[in-house]
């Protein structure tokens, strides 16, 4: 299929790229007679599908116009195409390569690798600030130019935390897995710690030439995310300096609380490490929170919205001469030794502090205990109760709702490659026009998932066709997931989607 000659005002040049959100062209501006990046949505058959993905498309546009800085592509324009309805996004044209492009050709260099995280850093925590979440921070989303400037590309699926609305269903899981951090992947709310996390597996990614969660299939992928930790870099990267690695260690801690609190936190440490400073924010723990005594209320030069102000103090630099508690140590360790030395010197089972018999004198029986010294029974305990760990643990269950405009089919779910159930599919006529017949059929059924991270792969086949589609869902005890899964009527597409 050929590019189109124009698309609303713009001069399509060429095709550079494809993606979720649609096309990418190179177009030429001729009202401002400059060279833009255009992404463009083609409109779809279905109603719903058109809303849905104008919706998606109109919020990026938005998301990514409102954030100005220098680590982030520009937005110019945004419209619709008036001969085709096509939405379009005009961008700035970037000429350089992806992450993706540069972990191709091998393992990254630290510093290059570091000079990338902070500058990405500095960007996202530019976008956090104006409460917006990237959630899909992955080596193609990173464009470096021949400068070496880094840019961050596609806000697509950023989350507007100060707007109610969300762009995806309550447990449908969006991102990439291989970066994703745990708490995205749970499918729990997120905050700018999760590009946090991502930046860093993007950053494992460069320095060793593989990413840090990398399994065979995508539920091993998202356990690893939630419950592994990756190898550690000292094993994989010769003569990493160990500040390094200690950087990167705090920014892929599974737990948020454990990570940098912000991404400007991130930038510095690892604009610390190209200095070759001691990173400033690397321990968790290097900013001690006091809270101040409040100001009598005779002192009037205090406002009283300051009676309690709190001060971040940094942690109190370790002194270049020997530390008195390590002498202290050492002492009482060799005391112990000592000690263990002249108590091994004395005869078996003799008691501290008595005299050794004299050589050649009879050897005598040991004292036998008192009654008081003898160790009295505990008593016996009744048998333990039975706990909640013994009885066999809840499953979690799978409802699957599917609607199908055919005649005669097939359905297949698989959970975690595994085949859970195989069905026929037949649909009742309701509507004929001309020579076209319309179908209409549905199927329920609900499974029993142990439970976990699992992926669910619906497979749709009827004559010769074929139709698949993978979701992954965090299924709890006892608790029960709605999947909705529907077959466009003329397109076919099948679409998954949690309830």
């Known amino acids: 299929m050929s590019a189109p ?15 979720a959100m649609g096309i990418v062209y190179e177009a030429r501006d001729p009202s401002l007679g400059r060279t833009v990046a255009l992404k463009v949505i083609q409109p779809v058959a279905e109603a719903e599908e058109l809303q849905a993905y104008e919706g998606r498309f109109l919020t990026e546009a938005r998301v990514a116009a409102a954030l100005q800085h220098p680590g982030i592509v520009v937005v110019h324009d945004v419209g619709r195409d008036p001969a085709t309805g096509a939405l379009f996004i005009a961008l700035e044209l970037l000429r350089g390569e992806t992450l993706a492009d540069l972990a191709r050709n091998g393992p990254v260099g630290w510093p290059v690798v570091m000079r990338i995280v902070a500058q990405v850093a500095r960007a996202l925590d530019h976008a956090h600030r104006h409460g917006v979440v990237h959630r899909d921070i992955k080596p193609a989303n990173v464009i470096v130019l021949p ?4 840019k961050v590309t596609d806000f697509g699926i950023a989350r507007l935390e100060n707007a109610r609305q969300r762009l995806t269903s309550t447990g449908e899981f969006i991102g990439t897995p291989l970066y994703t951090a745990p708490e995205q992947a749970r499918v729990e709310d997120v905050d700018g710690r999760a590009d946090v996390f991502s930046l860093a597996s993007v950053a494992y990614t460069l320095l060793t030439g593989r ?11 998202v356990h690893r995310v939630v419950y592994d930790e990756p190898e550690p870099l000292s094993r994989l990267v010769p003569d990493l300096p160990p500040e390094v690695e200690q950087v990167l260690k705090r920014a892929l801690a599974k737990d948020p609380e454990g990570r940098y609190p912000t991404a400007g936190a991130f930038a510095e440490d690892a604009e610390d490490l190209l200095l070759s400073q001691p990173p400033r924010h690397a321990a968790a723990n290097e900013l001690v929170v006091v809270e101040e005594p409040a100001p009598s209320a005779a002192d009037s030069s205090v406002p009283a919205a300051a009676a309690r102000t709190a001060t971040v103090v940094p942690p109190r630099a370790s002194r270049p001469d020997f530390p008195l508690g390590r002498v202290l140590v050492a002492v009482l360790g060799i005391g112990l030794l000592a000690s263990f030395l002249w108590l091994s010197r004395r005869a078996p089972g003799q008691a501290p502090g008595a005299a050794r018999p004299a050589p050649g004198a009879p050897a005598t029986a040991p004292d036998r205990p008192s009654a008081t010294t003898l160790p009295t029974p505990a008593p016996a305990s009744p048998d333990p109760a039975p706990t909640a760990a013994s009885e066999p643990e809840a499953t979690g269950r799978l409802r699957i709702d599917f609607d199908h405009p055919l005649e005669r089919g097939r359905l297949r779910i698989y959970v975690d490659d595994e085949l859970a159930l195989e069905e026929r599919l037949t649909g009742q006529m309701r509507k004929k026009a001309l020579v076209f017949r319309m179908h209409e059929g549905s199927f329920r ?12 792969r619906v497979d749709v086949l009827w004559d010769d066709n074929l139709r698949r589609e993978r979701v992954v869902g965090n299924f709890r005890p006892g608790l029960t997931r709605r999947l909705e899964a529907s077959l466009g009527r003329i397109r076919r597409d099948l679409n998954l989607e949690w309830k």
């Open 147 to 150: 400068s070496g400037e880094a």
């Open 211 to 221: 990413p840090p969660f990398l399994a065979p299939t995508i539920p091993g992928i």
């Open 445 to 456: 059924e609900e499974l029993e998932v142990k439970p976990g991270l699992h992926e669910v």
């Open 5 to 19: 000659s124009t698309i609303g005002r713009y001069e399509v040049l060429r095709e550079i790229g494809r993606g």
